[in-house]
């Protein structure tokens, strides 16, 4: 299975170098690859391996590509990224559906409820991000929070903006809550090892390193059941640094899907 998964991601990586440059072709890289094998490891575990079948097995490997290699569409051929991988996969498995049959809102949901996962990046093509966004999180009776970044470039620069902003996060994810951010680019450098999932564990508790400003660095509790999405709309991407996106798990939104 694994060895599988390497050369669809070796023959996919090919294909997005031949379609990028300035950094872009990094959208999916080894984060995606590596969360690629662990979610369908998880659930070959949970199936119990030995006694699966191999269409079992197929469909784990279609569901993790699904939660992992979305969010790209191919500007030169207006194929979206899974359609692209789905088809090197089809080269182990004839009856993997190549259409781009994509359940968006299924996954999304499936991303807020595994508190396994990374966290989310939406790419938004339209309004309907935000309101897709806190139905399913309503359906789902997660509490959430909405952080819209001020439209003042003035806000953006000041250093006072960032902390009161900052300061608001840190009280929130120490809470069973979700955080949705949308334009707020000035504040996400010093979020990186909490989009990282990159906590030190104190007494069977999380903490992760917040940069308050620019002066001092702090460790904030993390509620094991805190989770936060990104927003970007899809005109800005491509001003978004790829170690950024590798971050996340990526999923499009808009009305075609």
Known sequence: VYESLGDI?????????????????????NRDFYHLVKNVARNLVKENTNSISQNEKNYFIKKGIER???GLVFESTKETSLKRIKKYYRYFDDNVEIEDKYDVKDILGQNIEDLK???????SKSSISEFLLKTILKEKNKEYIYYKGSPFKEDLKSEDYILKILNKIKVNMEEEKVLIFNNL???YPFLYDLFN?????V???NYA?????????????????FRCIVIIDDDKIRKEEPSFLNRFEKHMISFEN
């Open 9 to 29: 991601y070796y023959d996919y990586k090919q294909y997005l170098m031949s379609q990028f440059t300035n950094g872009f072709e990094e959208f999916h890289g």
């Open 185 to 187: 680019e000035s504040v």
């Open 197 to 201: 999932q990159n906590f030190i564990e």
């Open 203 to 205: 007494g069977k508790k």
């Open 209 to 225: 390193k917040i940069t308050f400003g620019y002066r001092d660095n702090i460790y904030s509790l993390v509620n094991d059941k």
């Open 68 to 70: 992992n290699f979305a």
């Open 117 to 123: 996962s990374r966290y989310l990046l939406v790419i």
